[in-house]
């Protein structure tokens, strides 16, 4: 069975990890820094149920799941909500785009469509070699192995 927290000793994964990280923190505090524009206001507008609750919880996760992600704590549990949260995003602001041209949801979803595949991967991959999953899991062999 696969350990939530396993990974590879890959050490290119942390570019991936920095790049979602860092575009979920970003858009979860934007949440709250611009509540009409992107948090309850952008929710009300697309029409999500329960948006004066649900626009800061997305928010909030998006905040928490990005600092896990950067630093690379419980890689794959954060990616696994992100990627949630990516694509309801997607279903829900992309998808209807799509009506009116190809061309327009193709330009406007290439942010979400990129962090769609960085979430699958780290759920795949896990956090890496310069993660804390990865010395977590190395440190906790050597303390069993003595």
Same mark, same amino acid.
């Given at each position: =069975? %696969? ?6 000793? @890959? ?7 920095? %790049? ?18 992107? $948090? #309850? ?19 909030? #996760?998006?905040?928490?799941? $990005?600092?896990?992600? %950067? #630093? $690379? %704590? ?6 696994? =909500?992100?990627?949630?949260?990516? @694509? #309801?995003?997607?279903?829900?602001? !992309? +998808? ?6 190809? *061309?327009? +949801? ?11 595949? &960085? ?10 070699? *310069? @993660?804390?999953? +990865?010395?977590? !899991?190395?440190? $906790?062999?050597?303390?069993? &192995?003595?």
């Amino acid at each position: =069975m %696969l350990n939530i927290t396993q990974t590879d000793n @890959s050490k290119t994964t942390i570019l991936i990890r920095l %790049l979602v990280g860092a575009v979920f923190l970003s858009e979860g505090i934007q949440k709250f820094m611009f509540p009409e524009a992107l $948090g #309850v206001g952008r929710f009300i507008k697309i029409g999500i149920i329960y948006p004066e609750y649900l626009a800061p919880f997305v928010g909030a #996760v998006e905040i928490l799941c $990005g600092i896990l992600l %950067l #630093v $690379g %704590l419980l890689t794959r549990i954060a990616s696994f =909500m992100l990627f949630i949260t990516i @694509s #309801v995003a997607i279903i829900t602001t !992309k +998808f209807p785009m799509l009506q009116s041209s190809f *061309w327009k +949801f193709a330009h406007e979803s290439r942010t979400d469509f990129s962090m769609f595949i &960085g979430t699958l991967f780290l759920i795949i991959r896990g956090g890496g070699y *310069w @993660s804390i999953d +990865f010395h977590r !899991k190395k440190n $906790g062999k050597r303390k069993r &192995g003595r």
